[in-house]
């Protein structure tokens, strides 16, 4: 079993910062994959981020790439996601997940088994 429970979410203006933070606990956190996923109001989660298990491989939608980056300190058992350059299409529920059958990370929803219970992000105009 994994647990997890992010924090940092919050109010901010276009062009602002937040980082989000995902703390872990249950399993080994270096020994898998963790991802940033996000829900809008009225649509699908989608994918943000994804890192491996030691921090060397990330993966970024499109959408975020050049402003987001994900990262983990795995002495703390904890994934972060920097979020730059916000835009108001970036309001959402972000939830960080846990795929403990992979250690690279992917972008497909299905492939992790733990879930947080979400932060939300709100960007003003």
């Known amino acids: 079993q994994v647990q997890l429970e992010e924090s940092g979410g919050g109010l901010v203006q276009a062009g602002g910062s937040l980082r989000l933070s995902c703390a872990a606990s249950?399993?080994?956190?270096?020994?898998?994959?963790m991802a940033w996923f996000r829900q809008a109001p009225g649509k699908e989660r989608e994918f943000v981020a994804a890192i491996s298990r030691s921090g060397g491989r990330t993966y970024y939608a499109g959408s975020v790439k050049g402003r987001f980056t994900i990262s983990r300190d795995n002495a703390k058992n904890t994934v972060y996601l920097q979020m730059n350059s916000l835009a108001p299409e970036d309001t959402a529920v972000y939830y960080c997940a846990a795929d403990t059958a992979q250690t690279m990370g992917s972008e497909f929803d299905y492939e992790y088994n733990y879930w947080g219970q979400g932060t939300q992000v709100t960007v003003s105009s």
């Open positions: 249950g399993r080994t956190f270096s020994s898998y994959a």
